[in-house]
């Protein structure tokens, strides 16, 4: 009677741990599409200070969303011009200060750059991140306001982890970028989560994608309800389907946030006008750090290549 009475007990407990898992969904699916207030980043002028000095000057910019929010950004001049501008994107939990060295590389080749906080970052407005269901209509909004105000012959695109995601995900809404480079980005919203749930839990990833299908699917259910926001169309494998603008895709070998491999699943895709760099030794968005001169040599050269 008494190991009866364990058994019922120990099922109970299964059964509400399995009621459980679903029912987080929507309190992780919160804290993914929102950066808290004192978690975000300042753009501080002395930052862009720093990245201009010598080889440039800055000024602020601002740009409306299409849904009224206020975007906020930092437009850098070359003292030598070469007619072109690059539209550089940070990453989740980021600001526009994240990207400041790969601004400073291109200042020095010429480059005009736009570097923006995007939508629920920094000092951009709206409160949510939608990891590109907005964002690939800001970035083409950047684009217009960069062709009203400056005088450019051609664009171009750097975004690092998300905003290597919204990046690819703008291309089908913006034509005019020649070649883009992205720097770890995910293959889709729902793979990207189940495998950030897998790392995070040191679950075999093949068995997260089935252990955590209840809690990304309840997440994705309430992002749509509460906030109108479908996340399974948050996708730059589906966005590299509908262009043909070269792609160069950087993943370090060693990223645990988001696995190169959905790099490489995104090179698959269109091979033939996507190049693919598996950075050795390098984690999640290092390749800058990790190899300083080969970043530079490969960006640059890329974007040389499609004038």
Known sequence: MKGRWVIDRLLLVAFAGLLAIPALGPVLMENAL??????????????????ADGIGVWL????????GSVLRAWLFRPLAPNGRAVIVLHGV????????????????HGYTVLAPDSRGHGESQEARITYG??????????????????????????GESMGAADLLQALPREPRFRAVVAECPFYDFRQVAFSRLAEGSGVDPRVGKWL?????????L?????????????????????TTIPVFLIHGSEDRNIPPEQSEWLA??????????????????????????EFSRRVLDWFESHR
């Not at 939990?93 to 020095?108: C, F, H, I, K, Y």
């Not at 955590?212 to 994705?220: A, C, D, I, L, Q």
């Open 34 to 51: 929102h950066v808290p207030p004192d978690a975000r980043h300042t753009a501080e002028p002395k930052f862009a200070d720093a990245a």
């Open 60 to 67: 602020p910019a601002e740009m409306n969303a299409a849904d």
């Open 93 to 108: 939990a980021d600001s526009r200060t994240g990207v400041l060295a790969q601004t400073r590389m291109l200042l020095q």
């Open 133 to 158: 269901l907005l964002e690939a209509e800001d970035i083409h909004r950047w684009a217009d306001w960069l062709y009203a105000r400056e005088q450019i012959k051609g664009l171009y695109g750097l």
């Open 212 to 220: 955590f299908r209840p809690m990304v699917e309840s997440g994705f």
């Open 222 to 242: 309430y992002a749509r309800w509460r906030y109108g926001l479908n996340l399974a169309d948050a996708s730059p494998a589906k966005a590299l389907g509908e």
């Open 268 to 293: 698959a895709q269109r091979p033939q006008s996507t190049v693919f760099w598996r950075v050795a030794g390098a984690g999640h968005i290092e390749a800058f750090s990790k190899e300083p001169g």
